[in-house]
Nanobody, 126 residues
Framework: QVQVTESGGGLVQAGGSLRLSCVAS????????MGWYRQAPGKQRELVAA???????NYTDSVKGRFAISRDNARNTVNLHMNSLKPEDTAVYYC????????????????????WGQGTQVTVSS
């Protein structure tokens, strides 16, 4: 089984900073892309930032220049550094890990799965 655990949410004033951390643990061969998503009340979950194993990154337009995603492949961790926070950044933030797992004994018996953390609340007050 695979577990994804987030930490670091909280309450901050507009203009402040927070860092979210996430670790993936359990039984898997490797982790492909890791990312952070968020879901505000009454809205759909959206991608905030993602990072590949080779450190290629992708950000949603609203956080470009303010958020930075990073990962440590050896520790299976991903961090999201959030600066210049705005009230519209308020949401539950979820960590996602796209994980490669063995499904059989053949040379190519692998499959990828998406695993999610339980979510961490980020609240930005005006």
């Amino acid at each position: 089984q695979v577990q994804v655990t987030e930490s670091g949410g909280g309450l901050v004033q507009a203009g402040g900073s927070l860092r979210l951390s996430c670790v993936a643990s359990g039984s898997f061969e490797s982790i492909n892309t890791m990312g952070w998503y968020r879901q505000a009340p009454g809205k759909q979950r959206e991608l905030v930032a993602a990072i590949t194993t080779s450190a290629g990154t992708n950000y949603t337009d609203s956080v470009k220049g303010r958020f930075a995603i990073s990962r440590d492949n050896a520790r299976n961790t991903v961090n999201l550094h959030m600066n210049s926070l705005k009230p519209e950044d308020t949401a539950v933030y979820y960590c996602n890990a796209n994980v490669k797992r063995r499904i059989g004994f053949g040379l190519y018996d692998f499959r990828t799965y998406d695993y999610w953390g339980q979510g961490t609340q980020v609240t930005v007050s005006s």
